[in-house]
């Protein structure tokens, strides 16, 4: 094959497929450039005046890199890993960094297996990695445990690509030798280990960082971004669909620029169908304000480099042919996407076929509740004060807020109220365990909203103003096998959707699903929930023990910068 590459970067034969008369995006200089794009198998061989046995006309387009997504969780799509790449390919997205970590804590290594399995049959490369935190911590229950020895066996494996998010930096930074176990499994596989640590400072963070750590995307403020990057990390500027942090971007200078990386983390079908993928993330920086050819480069060559991608992210001579041809560097619309040489893309519709899913057994059948009444959401409180869970818009950081609340016949009463009910139900190994909590300000009113998608054990979470309506929203979620619904009081009706794999993905079409969870996340809108909320996606990272300040496990009330429980009686 070399000397096929050779002879046509050369010019001695045609090669297999040629750009023509493009303008390209060179990262190497931050500069824009004209030529011929070259390609042969799924290298490209040259730049510069070429003809093909194919040829495509890229006049009027501006061809970069193929986008590298630098931490996604697929399962957040609520797609399965086929029809997630239907929907990401064409937006010219050609490889990502996955962490199935939700799926894991449901199936363990099944879980694992089936994302790289599925993941087979599509024109994405998914660099998995193996999840590090499974539990997150051991404050709830999840539906496995991969522990030190389980980290040691698994992360040899040749379709392991590294190590996921670290989010349990307390026993990172306090040398638990459980976590110390992990760490060092990874390193003697020679695989990277990704970060997860929010606010974390000096003695700290060089303490974090000693555990070999590469990249973090939970950075708030100019001050975390400035130190972390000062000691070596890279930083994700992070475009999900509940969590996000594109203003990182303005703290982006000529001198740290290349230790910025973009990525989606969690990203819902609705807003990867009707707002994209990193074209967005692409899109929305520059609107802000970003230089177009620096956000470019954040989400090919500096992340191809975190990840040590060799011969990725950039348009050169040897370099994988991952391109995507866009209008301009404004609105990034893919017109073309090559991957591996091959274009997989045209006009934002892929050009493969997903109508064959990849469904194994291991993966279905995951609800494991009994069946719950009314009273099993009764709320006894010892007085009138009580903790309230409080959320900002856009975030997954929660407050705490000390409010009144009324009792009636040992139960507290929310209905009426700008405060709700929040309940987490084991649904993995029929402990019965629930917790309770309040929540206020989510503007919820009439009934109950559940689903089976709940970080980082994916346990079932609930909110409401009605137990009655909440065990019907339970047991409804046990009935489909998992998913997300509603229960209106009123009317008595319950609407829901099925994710039958794992209770978090559906094995339906992007298409359906995408439709029917739209209109069922706008009937939670229609029933108060605020418009600056997603629905369902903030509900489901109420109960992630890792992120300040108060979070909700089914073992109960927990105060996370503690990092203990905490009662809900104030």
């Given at each position: 094959m070399f000397e096929k590459y050779i002879k046509a970067a050369g010019g001695e034969v045609k090669s297999s497929l040629v750009l023509k008369n493009a303008t390209y995006l060179d990262v190497f200089t931050a500069k824009?450039?004209?030529?011929?794009?070259?390609?042969?198998?799924?290298?490209?061989?040259?730049?510069?005046?070429?003809?093909?046995?194919?040829?495509?006309?890229?006049?009027?387009?501006?061809?970069?890199?193929?986008?590298?997504?630098?931490?996604?969780?697929?399962?957040?799509?609520?797609?399965?890993?086929?029809?997630?790449?239907?929907?990401?390919?064409?937006?010219?997205?050609?490889?990502?960094?996955?962490?199935?970590?939700?799926?894991?804590?449901?199936?363990?290594?099944?879980?694992?297996?089936?994302?790289?399995?599925?993941?087979?049959?599509?024109?994405?490369?998914?660099?998995?990695?193996?999840?590090?935190?499974?539990?997150?911590?051991p404050f709830e229950t999840s539906g496995a445990i991969l522990d030190g020895k389980d980290i040691e066996k698994n992360i040899k494996n040749d379709y392991?690509?590294?190590?996921?998010?670290?989010?349990?930096?307390?026993?990172?930074?306090?040398?638990?030798?459980?976590?110390?176990?992990?760490l060092e499994a990874a390193h003697a596989a020679g695989k990277i280990i990704d970060g997860h640590a929010p606010a974390i400072y000096g003695h700290e963070l060089n303490?974090?960082?000693?555990?070999?750590?590469?990249?973090?995307?939970?950075?708030?403020?100019?001050?975390?971004?400035?130190?972390?990057?000062?000691?070596?990390?890279?930083?994700?500027?992070?475009?999900?669909?509940?969590?996000?942090?594109?203003?990182?971007?303005?703290?982006?200078?000529?001198?740290?620029?290349?230790?910025?990386?973009?990525?989606?983390?969690?990203?819902?079908?609705?807003?990867?169908?009707?707002?994209?993928?990193?074209?967005?993330?692409l899109r929305r920086l520059v609107a802000d304000g970003a230089d177009p050819v620096r956000a470019v480069i954040c989400a090919t060559l500096n992340c191809a480099e975190c990840y040590g991608l060799k011969w990725r992210g950039g348009i050169a001579p040897f370099y994988l042919a991952d391109l995507v041809a866009v209008d301009d560097l404004k609105n990034f619309n893919a017109k073309y996407v090559i991957k591996s040489g091959k274009l997989v893309a045209k006009d934002g519709a892929p050009l493969f076929d997903t109508s064959k899913r990849y469904l194994p057994e291991s993966v279905l059948n995951t609800v494991h509740i009994k069946e719950l009444t009314a009273d099993d959401f009764i709320l006894k409180l010892k007085g009138k004060k009580a903790k309230a869970m409080t959320i900002e818009p856009g975030g997954v950081v929660t407050g705490c807020e000390i409010v009144e609340v009324e009792s009636k016949n040992g139960d507290a009463v929310v209905a009426g109220t700008d405060i709700l009910k929040l309940a987490v139900v084991e649904r993995h190994k029929m402990t019965g365990n629930i917790g309770k909590a309040l929540f206020k300000g989510y503007g919820f009113k009439g009934g109950a909203l559940g689903i089976t998608i709940a970080h980082d054990s994916h346990n079932i979470i609930l909110l409401g103003d009605d137990n009655g309506s909440?065990?019907?929203?339970?047991?409804?979620?046990?009935?489909?096998?998992?998913?997300?619904?509603?229960?209106?009081?009123?009317?008595?009706?319950?609407?829901?959707l099925t994710l039958d794999i794992a209770g978090l993905m559906s094995s339906r079409e992007a298409d359906g699903l995408q439709r029917d969870s739209r209109a069922l996340i706008e009937r939670a809108h229609a029933m108060g929930v605020k418009r600056e909320y997603e629905a369902f996606m903030s509900l489901a990272f109420l109960s992630l023990a890792v992120i300040p300040k108060l979070k909700i496990t089914d073992a109960g009330l927990f105060d996370v910068e503690k990092f203990t429980f905490t009662d809900i009686n104030a």
């Open positions: 824009l450039r004209k030529g011929d794009i070259a390609i042969v198998g799924e290298k490209i061989v040259g730049v510069g005046e070429y003809s093909g046995e194919t040829e495509i006309d890229c006049s009027n387009l501006i061809v970069l890199p193929g986008y590298i997504d630098g931490h996604v969780h697929i399962e957040s799509s609520q797609l399965s890993p086929e029809e997630f790449a239907s929907l990401i390919v064409p937006r010219g997205t050609t490889t990502i960094i996955a962490d199935p970590h939700e799926i894991t804590n449901v199936c363990g290594m099944a879980g694992c297996e089936y994302i790289s399995k599925a993941s087979e049959s599509v024109p994405l490369d998914v660099k998995l990695q193996l999840p590090s935190c499974v539990p997150a911590t392991i690509f590294g190590l996921g998010e670290f989010m349990n930096y307390p026993g990172v930074v306090y040398s638990d030798p459980y976590v110390i176990k992990k303490a974090y960082l000693c555990g070999g750590i590469s990249t973090d995307h939970e950075c708030v403020t100019g001050e975390e971004i400035e130190e972390k990057i000062s000691k070596g990390m890279y930083v994700h500027i992070r475009h999900g669909s509940s969590t996000q942090n594109l203003g990182n971007a303005k703290f982006m200078t000529d001198a740290n620029s290349r230790r910025f990386i973009l990525c989606t983390d969690d990203r819902h079908a609705a807003d990867l169908k009707e707002k994209g993928h990193l074209d967005d993330a909440m065990a019907k929203a339970a047991n409804r979620l046990k009935e489909i096998g998992g998913g997300m619904v509603i229960v209106d009081r009123e009317n008595g009706e319950i609407h829901s």
